[in-house]
């Protein structure tokens, strides 16, 4: 098979940035490795020497599986993406093998609400949107009610490239415990002018209600958010301290498909859920002192930076 250089240098890339992952020893979803294959192919049939690399990596870490599935994720690895018949598909049965795997989630948090529970014990309804019309609807809702006593939890997720609004945030997330529901805002078929007006709806926001995050989220500025990270240690392994778990196998999934998988949903919504457990057991660090702490960095940046200039 003849591999183009350019198709070629995609795929090593490709190779390189799922190794990079896998060898740090984190987890990563059959689901999330296999879309990732259909991805590569793509562009074109897989060069057979790194062809095998890939199969390597499957066959590795798709122990759990359906044989069925690897079977034919192997056959379209070693296949020239020739547009025939074979390879059409092939990647048919892949793709659909990809739709009924089990999901891994099920986090109890997300499990339906019996109707005769009161809502500070129910759990939280997960809310998709990818308009903007849709999601400034249902953030709206936000807004309402001078009772909140939480602040709302928020998180981003990435997608591989800069979209067209301009940053890789692909989905935004908020979290109302007070409401007991989780929005994620798909943004990356948004256009820049959207994703503006959808920053003033969020500034608005924070002018009644408080936000919350983990680490620096720059998406938000000039938002200020509390802060979970004390530093020194991930969101997983503080979480894993107070007796929370949570999984991180889909950090590297397509967040720009066109359908968001189940198990995809259920990560994205408890990257945010999680801070709110969190909250029951420690304070983040309040918005005002990082804004403190901001100014003071900023302020002995200045103060090098002069030296430099007189010595
Ligand atoms: C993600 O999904 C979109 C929409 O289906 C597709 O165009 C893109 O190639 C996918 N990217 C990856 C890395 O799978």
Redo the contacts with the bound molecule.
């Keep these: 098979m003849r591999v183009e250089r350019r198709v070629l240098r995609i795929h090593e890339q490709?190779f390189e940035d799922l190794n990079d992952y896998l060898k740090k020893g984190k987890n990563m979803s059959v689901a999330c490795l296999i879309?990732?294959i259909?991805?590569a192919v793509?562009f074109g049939g897989i060069e057979e020497t790194l062809g095998r690399l890939f199969t390597a990596m499957v066959v590795q870490n798709c122990m759990d599986a359906p044989s069925k599935l690897v079977r034919a994720v192997i056959a379209l690895i070693a296949m020239d993406n020739d547009g025939g018949i074979v390879f059409e598909r092939t990647r048919k049965m892949v793709k659909d093998g990809l739709k009924e795997l089990p999901s891994l989630y099920a986090y109890k948090e997300f499990a339906p609400t019996p109707s005769n529970v009161w809502i500070d014990k129910a759990n939280f309804n997960i809310k998709v949107r990818d308009t903007y019309e849709d999601g400034k609807r249902c953030l709206g809702n936000y807004f309402y009610e001078t009772l909140f006593t939480k602040p709302i939890y928020v998180d981003t997720e990435n997608?591989?490239e800069v979209l067209p609004h301009g940053s890789k945030i692909a989905l935004v997330t908020f979290c109302d415990a007070d409401m007991k529901t989780v929005l994620l805002w798909r943004i990356h078929k948004h256009t820049r002018k959207e994703v503006e007006n959808m920053k003033k709806l969020m500034i608005e926001l924070s002018k009644v209600r408080k936000f919350a995050a983990f680490g620096r989220e720059e998406f938000f500025d000039p938002i200020l958010l509390a802060d979970f990270d004390i530093g020194g240690t991930s969101l997983k392994s503080l979480a894993m301290s107070h007796g929370i778990e949570m999984s991180k196998t889909e950090t590297m999934s397509?967040?720009?498909?066109?359908e968001l998988r189940d198990d995809q949903i259920q990560y994205a919504a408890f990257d945010a859920v999680v801070l709110h457990l969190l909250h029951q057991r420690v304070d983040p660090i309040s918005s005002e002192e990082v804004a403190r702490r901001r100014m003071m960095k900023k302020k002995q940046r200045r103060r090098r930076r002069n030296r430099g200039m007189f010595f």
């Design positions: 490709i879309s990732m259909l991805y793509q997608a591989y397509n967040w720009t498909a066109e």
